[in-house]
């Protein structure tokens, strides 16, 4: 059996340096503010300066990795003698499915003894996260990449997607809402809370009136559609500079559940682009999403 390794991308939001202890390869994806040629990735500007950067205006845009892109990143481990189990970011959210999947039939042709697969997650943001560090662990069990392969085709599904938004400007500019629904909203304190269903989509499944409110209904959430025991639950939150609503919901699941949230991260740029400053996460594994 060859070796192989994850490869995953900087979409994830796992931070600076749990993938190197996941042994996760990180492609980076890229950034840029409007009317400057300046790209960037995740942590070559900070995320407080680019959230602040946001809430003065600045309108960031994301780039998907291109197939060169991809070509060089895989051929790299291809070279070593590695097989790639890559698993992309959400194909419902960007075309880093399709442009893998071009490299990948590329790349076969000149190195047929290698084997190179590509799993949608269908999932973004620490969901993302969660499913690579949930394959990382099964990997060090020893499972081949064709097991590995479709534990995460089965596991998938059961990554459950909850997230509230401090202002609907940005889902405005990303066409997940009507302006005029914006407006209204943001004069009636309304705060959605949204998820990502199984095609990999964010969908607006509740209105709430109040912040509040919003941070409490996730919890909630966690509670309906949980699994695991919470002492040996791993759960994640990510937030797009609100530390302290993160802290909110924290202390409101263990309150509530007596889980312990394991990991605490920034939402990258590359996702808090199209969801704002003020956007609060909650990812978990549950009965369904």
Same mark, same amino acid.
């Given at each position: 059996m060859n070796d192989y390794i994850i490869i995953a991308d900087s979409a994830c939001d796992l931070g600076n340096d749990?993938?190197?202890? +996941?042994?996760?390869?990180?492609?980076? #994806?890229?950034?840029?503010?409007?009317?400057?040629?300046?790209? !960037?990735?995740n942590y070559s500007m900070p995320c407080k300066d680019f959230y602040k950067a946001m809430r003065a205006g600045s309108v960031s845009k994301t780039t998907a990795v291109n197939v060169s892109e991809y070509v060089s990143a895989f051929e790299e481990e291809l070279i070593k003698g590695n097989d790639i189990l890559y698993i992309c970011f959400s194909s419902g959210l960007? #075309?880093? !499915? !399709?442009?893998?999947?071009?490299?990948?039939?590329? %790349?076969?042709?000149?190195?047929?003894? *290698?084997?190179?697969?590509?799993?949608?997650? +269908?999932?973004?943001?620490?969901?993302?996260? +969660? =499913?690579?560090? =949930?394959?990382?662990?099964? *990997? $060090?069990?020893?499972?081949?990449? $064709?097991? %590995?392969?479709t534990y995460v085709l089965e596991k998938r599904l059961n990554i459950c997607h909850w997230f509230t938004v401090d202002n609907l400007e940005y889902l405005r500019r990303g066409g997940r809402l009507s302006a005029g629904t914006a407006l209204i909203g943001g004069i009636l304190g309304i705060k959605p809370? =949204? !998820? /990502?269903?199984?095609?990999? @989509? =964010?969908?607006?499944?509740?209105?709430?009136?109040? *912040? @509040?409110?919003?941070?409490?209904?996730?919890?909630?959430?966690?509670?309906? %559609?949980?699994?695991?025991?919470?002492?040996e $639950?791993?759960?994640? +939150?990510?937030?797009? $500079?609100?530390?302290?609503?993160a802290k909110t919901v924290k202390h409101m699941l263990y309150d509530r559940y007596g889980v312990k949230?394991?990991?605490? /991260?920034d939402i990258s740029p590359i996702i808090g682009s199209h969801s704002g400053p003020g956007t609060l996460a909650l990812f978990f594994e549950g009965k369904h999403r």
């Open positions: 749990i993938p190197g202890k +996941l042994k996760v390869k990180i492609i980076d #994806m890229k950034f840029s503010f409007e009317n400057s040629p300046e790209e !960037h990735t960007s #075309m880093q !499915h !399709h442009f893998s999947k071009v490299a990948a039939k590329e %790349l076969i042709e000149k190195y047929p003894e *290698r084997k190179i697969e590509i799993v949608d997650s +269908l999932c973004a943001s620490g969901g993302y996260g +969660l =499913l690579v560090t =949930l394959a990382a662990k099964k *990997r $060090d069990e020893g499972v081949s990449i $064709d097991e %590995l392969k809370v =949204l !998820h /990502t269903d199984d095609n990999g @989509k =964010l969908v607006n499944v509740y209105k709430v009136r109040g *912040r @509040k409110a919003s941070l409490s209904l996730i919890a909630d959430k966690y509670g309906e %559609l949980s699994v695991n025991p919470p002492k $639950d791993i759960v994640y +939150l990510c937030h797009a $500079d609100c530390p302290e609503d949230v394991k990991l605490i /991260t």
